[in-house]
């Protein structure tokens, strides 16, 4: 029995790991650090980036041993600023292999830890903006909205003409993922309809704040769902809370701990490794 007691202690332990935001920010940290560390490592001329870095030195250093000699100190700001060009230069190939795939993760893990879903009955605003050049065939008056039995209106919609939007307030009775149908405008007789997936609950499911039609760019890093169809819909945005990561008393966005964390390892593993950065 002890034994049962102490697996079923290690795995409650390995479940909240897997579900802690602040440990898997720690967790991606460490290994992006590590990463960025071996791919500059492996992408850069080590040799030459280790014999800038040491004329960049010798400079800094003439500069304080001869600060009484202006001609010397002026031909030493330019050898610094010419060996700063020749680092830069020796350095930008591998960041550029280093940022790329940093940035294109950090996009996916922002669908899970920038945003929390919407808690079980409280309430929450979801908004239908309609594109401009559709509006004199689809006003804002025009659009309805069709819900699952788990998800509830809690006020009548809100009309704002000035900025072609229509916001209803909603609340969520059951955790879960949903799909809530909009439609609006009218083609022979018909309304199109879209949907927009909602997320009801307190786990770290994958989030997407808004649903875009077109806007490519937008939708790369704003949105985690298809584009929506050709209609007079421009876009379904829900409010869902933002993330914080406690630590040490504070909140933050684990963007700017995943940063900061993620800098100091890449500096620890750079030592240990040997590698000129």
Not at 14 to 35: E, N, R
């Amino acid at each position: 029995m002890a034994c049962a007691g102490h697996l079923w202690a290690i795995a409650a332990l390995q479940s909240s790991l897997l579900t802690s935001p602040l440990a898997i920010v720690i967790f991606l940290s460490l290994i992006v650090g590590l990463l960025m560390v071996v791919l500059f490592g492996y992408t850069s001329d080590q040799k030459a980036i280790g014999k800038a870095k040491d004329q960049l030195k010798a400079h800094l250093l003439a500069v304080r041993l001869y600060r009484d000699q202006i001609p010397v100190v002026m031909g030493s700001y330019g050898k610094i600023l010419r060996g700063t060009g020749r680092y830069l230069k020796l350095a930008f190939k591998p960041l550029l292999y280093v940022i790329i795939p940093i940035t294109l993760l950090m996009v996916q893990v922002d669908r899970y830890l920038g945003a929390t879903p919407i808690p079980p009955n409280a309430p929450f605003l979801l908004t239908v903006h309609l594109a401009a050049s559709t509006t004199e065939s689809a006003s804002t008056n025009d659009a309805t909205l069709d819900l699952p039995p788990e998800i509830a209106t809690t006020a009548p919609p809100v009309h704002v003409a000035a900025d072609n939007e229509i916001v209803w307030r909603l609340v969520g009775s059951k955790e879960g993922k949903y799909e809530v149908k909009v439609a609006a405008g009218q083609t022979a007789g018909v309304a199109a309809t879209v949907t927009k997936t909602v997320c009801v609950g307190t786990d770290l499911p994958r989030i997407s704040t808004v649903r875009l039609r077109g806007h490519f760019w937008q939708r790369m890093f704003s949105s985690a769902e298809l584009a929506l169809p050709e209609s007079p819909i421009d876009s379904i945005s829900v409010n869902y809370p933002d993330r914080n990561i406690e630590i040490a008393g504070y909140g933050m966005n684990w963007i700017w701990l995943f940063f900061i964390l993620s800098m100091i390892a890449g500096f620890v593993f750079k030592e240990l490794l040997g590698i000129q950065i």
